[in-house]
């Protein structure tokens, strides 16, 4: 919400794109854009809680979870899974997130 709609979340989602490997590494892109208005640093509880169960069930080991925002919105990701941090959502954050995260988890 506000007046500054958020950027697209398209980059990471095509970066990510499946090439064919066979690995089996959850990722989970949690989106916590600053914003001045929302009145919280940190996630919503209806945001922890989409969270907790995407990553629900799968072995710890094999979650990643890239957090695009502020550093403490990683303090609302429950123990268990690896975080990135990448700081914002803007396309060139979005696209080095993955490749890195494609790079450093295979």
């Known amino acids: 919400g506000g007046p500054y709609p958020p950027p697209s979340r398209a980059p990471f ?3 990510m794109a499946p090439s064919g490997d066979s690995e089996t590494t959850r990722v989970v ?6 914003r001045g208005w929302k009145g919280r640093a940190g ?3 209806a945001s922890a809680g989409a969270l907790r169960e995407a990553i629900s069930g799968a072995d710890p080991g094999s979650v ?6 502020g550093a403490r919105a990683v303090d609302d990701v429950p123990a268990g899974p690896t975080v990135w941090l990448a700081w914002g959502g ?5 696209t080095a997130a993955a490749h890195r995260l494609r ?3 295979a």
């Open 103 to 105: 790079e450093g988890s």
């Open 90 to 94: 803007e396309a060139l954050m979005q």
């Open 13 to 15: 989602r095509d970066a």
């Open 43 to 45: 996630l919503s509880d």
């Open 64 to 69: 990643h979870v890239v957090v695009f925002g």
């Open 29 to 34: 892109a949690l989106w916590a854009d600053t």
